[in-house]
């Protein structure tokens, strides 16, 4: 209450820590190299990428392209892939990079503390992609 007009406040609330943790060595924090996962791969070939739940941190490395805490590189339809559920902070290089994929599920991930774009889609000929109810915060 205000000035006695009431209003509803809310905050989003984020939990960082998951059971599982993809974290690159702390020796790479002073020179901001630090672990990535790629998905590579053509539908045709049967290439289905599913993370969920999962915590990355000290990840990403920005002087090499390509090289993204979570990514999706030139896969094609993955209409039965997602990333989802997953929190990405202290990043060196951004959250999830989208390149050459289509039909891809990304959702209810929490970013905190990444550099640069937190969700990205790399060319701008992703089509059909869902990116939804995902928190991403304080982006450097």
Same mark, same amino acid.
Request: charged content about 15%; overall charge negative.
């Given at each position: 209450m ?9 905050a989003? +609330?984020?939990? /960082?820590?998951r059971? *599982? /943790?993809?974290?690159?060595?702390d020796d @790479?924090?002073?020179?901001?190299y !630090? ?7 053509t539908s045709? =070939?049967?290439?289905? @990428?599913r993370?969920?739940y ?9 002087? *090499?392209?390509?090289? $993204? ?6 896969? !094609?339809e993955?209409? %039965?892939?997602? +990333? ?8 060196? =290089? ?6 050459? =994929?289509? $039909? ?5 991930? *929490?970013g905190? /503390?990444?550099s640069?774009?937190?969700?990205? /889609?790399? %060319? !701008?000929?992703?089509t059909?992609n +869902?990116?939804? %109810? ?7």
């Open positions: 205000y000035d006695g007009v009431e209003f509803p406040m809310r989003e +609330v984020a939990l /960082l820590t059971n *599982v /943790l993809i974290r690159g060595s @790479g924090i002073p020179s901001g !630090g672990a990535h996962t790629m998905i590579h791969g045709t =070939a049967g290439t289905v @990428g993370i969920e999962a915590e990355f941190t000290h990840v990403g490395q920005p002087k *090499v392209m390509g090289r $993204y805490p979570i990514h999706f590189h030139m896969t !094609g993955m209409s %039965d892939s997602y +990333v989802r559920g997953n929190s990405v902070h202290d990043s060196f =290089a951004r959250v999830c990079t989208i390149h050459g =994929a289509h $039909y891809l599920l990304v959702e209810k991930n *929490v905190y /503390l990444a640069g774009h937190n969700i990205f /889609l790399e %060319d !701008g000929i992703e059909n +869902v990116i939804r %109810d995902n928190l991403m915060i304080s982006a450097k």
